[in-house]
Each structure stands twice: as C-alpha cells, then as structure tokens.
C-alpha cells in the first residue's frame, strides 16, 4: 500500500507560481504513473496533469498547458507540479494520485482510474 502527501500549497496573487510536491511512501513511486487533479468548491475532481512511472511521457489539461509542469524523481520518490502564470480559476484543493495502467496505457484523466491518492494541498489564487 501506497501512502501519498501532498505539500506546498499556499495564497498567491494571480500571475505568480507555486511548486507542489507530492512524496510517497510505502512503495517505490517508480511503481506507478502519476497524476495530479484539483477540486473546486462545488465541482468535481478534474485533471490537471499526468506523467508516466519514468517521466518519459506527460500530459496536461488544456487550460494548464505552458504554464504547469509535472516532472518526478523516483530517487526521491517524489512528484512535482510547478505552476507558473496563476490564474484565480486555478484556485482548487491539489491532489496527487497513482495510477497503475498498464504496459501500453501509461496516461489516465479520469479520476476514477486512480488508485492512491493523498489529502490535498490548497492553492488559492487571488486576483
């Protein structure tokens, strides 16, 4: 069993950025691929953000595209998600969860595909 906790939330004025991490414990982080998702008030859990289990592929939600980057080191065990160019729709709870996939699907956006996640970290955007 994986533990997950996620760090590095914070309030920050729109335009600025923030680094979450994203440590796991239990086992090797190298044995999943890796997302990140966030949740509004209100709304549901959507997809920010993905990577595989050794960082040669990711994916992002449109909206975040050349401005978020997800990168990962497994030596660590640790997930990052550096946010640049924050926008006050940003503004949700951060989630990192794993996703076991398979030999060929190595990428998911659909939260429920997930196994593992963490607690959350808060990130609040203000304009």
């Known amino acids: 069993q994986v533990q997950l906790v996620e760090s590095g939330g914070g309030l920050v004025q729109a335009g600025g950025s923030l680094k979450l991490s994203c440590v796991a414990s239990?086992?090797?982080?190298?044995?999943?691929?890796m997302g990140w998702f966030r949740q509004a008030p209100g709304k549901e859990r959507e997809f920010v953000a993905a990577i595989s289990w050794n960082g040669g592929l990711t994916y992002y939600e449109d909206s975040v595209k050349g401005r978020f980057t997800i990168s990962r080191d497994n030596a660590k065990n640790t997930v990052y998600l550096q946010m640049n160019s924050l926008k006050p729709e940003d503004t949700a709870v951060y989630y990192c969860?794993?996703?076991?996939?398979?030999?060929?699907?190595?990428?998911?956006?659909?939260?429920?595909?997930?196994?593992?996640w963490g607690q959350g970290t808060q990130v609040t955007v203000s304009s």
């Open positions: 969860g794993t996703f076991l996939g398979t030999s060929i699907v190595l990428i998911s956006t659909e939260a429920d595909e997930y196994d593992h």
């Open positions: 239990g086992r090797p982080l190298s044995d999943y691929n």
